[in-house]
Nanobody
Framework: QAQLVESGGGLVQAGGSLRLSCAAS????????MGWFRQAPGKEREFVAG????????FSADSVKDRFAISRDNDKNTVYLDMNILKPEDTAAYYC?????????????????WGQGTQVSVSS
């Protein structure tokens, strides 16, 4: 059974950094667009960053551009989200997702597989 497992979340001070990882198992996700989404309490789940199956293109939300970077290692079936200059408003549960047909998609419903999420909390 296909599974995505996130790790790397935690509590960090504003201005700090974290690296999230998403390990895929049960199938090969090398042909999937991979994305990161986040959901803060009381808010909708929103797109954060995505990467094409071949890593030739990455795309991100304006709110994290120049601070967050997504990358992938298809040999390890793992996707990463490097988060820098973290702000209190980045506090949320972060979810990894996979989309077979949603090339370059920022739309939640285009993603078929989801992880359980990892919590990121940024203190001021």
């Amino acid at each position: 059974q296909a599974q995505l497992v996130e790790s790397g979340g935690g509590l960090v001070q504003a201005g700090g950094s974290l690296r999230l990882s998403c390990a895929a198992s049960g199938r090969t996700f090398s042909s999937y667009t991979m994305g990161w989404f986040r959901q803060a309490p009381g808010k909708e789940r929103e797109f954060v960053a995505g990467i094409r199956w071949d890593a030739r293109d990455t795309f991100s939300a304006d709110s994290v551009k120049d601070r967050f970077a997504i990358s992938r290692d298809n040999d390890k079936n793992t996707v990463y989200l490097d988060m820098n200059i973290l702000k209190p408003e980045d506090t949320a549960a972060y979810y990894c997702a996979a989309s077979l047909y949603g090339l370059g998609s920022r739309v939640r419903s285009d993603y078929e597989y989801w992880g359980q999420g990892t919590q990121v909390s940024v203190s001021s």
